[in-house]
């Protein structure tokens, strides 16, 4: 059980780190270990800021990648309660 909830805290600090909640300038590049010049370029577009239309579009594209998340974590709870006698 530890061990998964320290697997938990490891994942839940590189989707912090990876979606920018955080005020850390590590980014994806960082995490793959990619050329300095990915890693240049993602602080270069860090530290200006995004167009309202790149933002947009991120916000698009991360709908369109984690959108079933929230209906699966949903169906996953329902699951477990109904299996729960307690």
Do not use: N
């Amino acid at each position: 059980m530890q061990a998964i909830a320290i697997q938990l805290g490891r994942e839940e600090a590189f989707i912090s780190d990876f979606l920018h909640i955080t005020d850390s300038m590590l980014s994806y590049a960082d995490y793959m270990d990619l050329d300095s010049y990915f890693r240049r370029q993602a602080v270069k577009y860090a530290t200006k800021g995004m167009q309202p239309a790149t933002q947009k579009l991120r916000r698009s594209a991360l709908d369109l990648i984690f959108g079933f998340v929230s209906g699966e974590v949903k169906e996953w709870v329902d699951k477990a309660l109904s299996r729960d006698r307690v």
